[in-house]
């Protein structure tokens, strides 16, 4: 057994189902003592995108944090990951998508809330906060270990894997597939444009996110949607299918192998959540910047950002899949979604592709970025953050020239280690995410009483 084969196996220990139960599981415990806070109070969560007063402390605004968190989470796992949990999942992986999905609304929404509630000062005046704050600020000084291992998961994340080298390597080969550009000119001009945005800092970073993200979200969910309109008439046989396969084995059929129902549920909830990051702990980094003044209130924008990455984004992917046909054919990852896209636009698909999967990652690359220094700035002060962005920018050109398959098992590992401190800390915080949720509550009611007594003069 080489290096590699032992490297996988610890990454499937480490995402296999206590991790994966452990993260739904917390989403479930938060839904119910919150009252399905994710169904009855969307329609504000959804208003306050747009609408939230942006009044209390914080460097950027509620919408822009959220952009920035969702720069970081709608990603190639959109696109190339929905492929691959169907592919080895069958049409159920879709419906274990969902599940994790709706339940982990509830924990985004509890990220969120934490991620102002204990956030802090740095020596530069900027916004620090997240896991690592709230595991301090929240639980104790005694527990500062686990906000140590979270920031040190959270910094090998972001120069080894998430943030660098595979969404380097997801542009510069896409391109290079569509346009014959060498990945090194590519990787070079990605370099630019990140060591341009980055050291701009959090603004700077928040400034693209908010231009880009609407935009590659929206041309996305068009493509996808003019596939579903295209198959309209399968739908109900898809929708019933997507059900089916999620409680019963899905059958060979062509290219696809066949499923078990363990299968469509390890690879619907693990993509589910590896896209979304509910519970990963990320997220609340960017939300902590929010002005606001209000922790629920930032806790039900964030919430928004599972909602739009995962029951929209990856349900748009997984029915354009399954509806064009291409989920049974040998095709996998990118290529099956580029071959979706292709049914109806033959020339124009894979551009499509290649211009989305393009803004996907290199959005992911500019949150995880921000992720990544802020943990760093825990640890080690805000004196060495500029070498910190030089260092990932050397690892972003690196990730050009480089396709290193262990540094990539590695990352996915300690992605997984970092959810393990900062679910321990929502479980243990939750007392506090009630009491937060029901003052902010009583406060938005008694206004709209106030409102509601007052006679026009």
Request: glycine share 10%; proline share 4%.
């Amino acid at each position: 057994m080489n290096l590699i084969d032992v490297f996988n196996k610890i990454d499937s220990f480490i995402w296999g189902p206590p991790l994966l139960v452990l993260l739904v599981g917390t989403g479930i415990l938060f839904t119910f003592k919150l009252g399905f806070l994710q169904i009855t109070k969307l329609p504000q969560s959804l208003k306050l995108i747009f609408k939230a007063e942006n009044s209390g402390t914080g460097d950027i605004s509620s919408f822009g944090a959220l952009c920035t968190a969702l720069a970081a989470t709608v990603g190639t796992g959109n696109i190339v990951g929905v492929a691959t949990a169907i592919k080895a999942g069958g049409p159920g992986a879709l419906f274990w998508m969902w599940i994790a999905a709706f339940f982990g609304m509830a924990t985004k929404y509890a990220e969120g809330l934490l991620a102002i509630k204990y956030r802090v000062k740095d020596s530069n005046g900027n916004i620090s906060g997240g896991p690592m704050y709230y595991i301090v600020n929240g639980m104790g000084e005694k527990y500062k270990p686990l906000a140590i291992f979270f920031s040190i998961s959270g910094i090998l994340v972001a120069l080894l894997g998430i943030g660098t080298f595979t969404q380097v390597n997801s542009i510069t080969d896409s391109i290079n597939g569509s346009f014959g550009v060498d990945p090194k000119i590519t990787g070079i001009i990605i370099t630019i444009l990140v060591a341009f945005v980055i050291f701009g800092g959090l603004k700077s970073i928040s400034n693209v996110a908010t231009k880009i993200v609407p935009f590659m979200a929206t041309v996305y969910i068009l493509i996808c949607s003019l596939v579903i309109i295209t198959f309209f008439n399968k739908i109900p046989e898809t929708f019933i299918l997507i059900i089916k396969s999620a409680f019963s084995p899905t059958a060979a059929f062509g290219g696809f192998l066949g499923a078990t129902v363990s299968m469509a549920i390890r690879n619907g909830i693990a993509r589910g959540v590896f896209s979304n990051e509910s519970g990963l702990g990320s997220a609340p980094i960017a939300a902590a910047a929010a002005k606001t003044e209000w922790p629920a209130e930032q806790g039900l924008i964030s919430m928004t950002g599972t909602l739009i990455d995962s029951l929209i984004i990856c349900s748009l992917t997984g029915f354009a899949l399954i509806l064009s046909g291409v989920w049974q054919s040998d095709l996998n990852g990118a290529l099956m979604t580029q071959s979706a896209f292709e049914t109806v636009l033959p020339s124009l698909g894979p551009l499509f592709l290649t211009i989305s999967l393009s803004l996907f990652a290199f959005t992911t690359i500019l949150g995880w970025s921000y992720y990544g220094e802020r943990c760093f700035e825990f640890l080690f002060g805000v004196k060495g953050i500029n070498g910190y962005r030089v260092l990932f920018v050397l690892m972003v050109l690196l990730g050009s020239f480089l396709k290193l398959e262990l540094v990539w098992i590695i990352a996915d590992i300690v992605n997984g280690l970092m959810a393990i401190p900062n679910l321990i800390a929502l479980i243990a915080l939750s007392p506090i995410v009630i009491s937060e949720t029901k003052l902010y509550f009583n406060y938005i009611n008694s206004s709209k009483d106030l409102k509601s007594t007052q006679k026009p003069i």
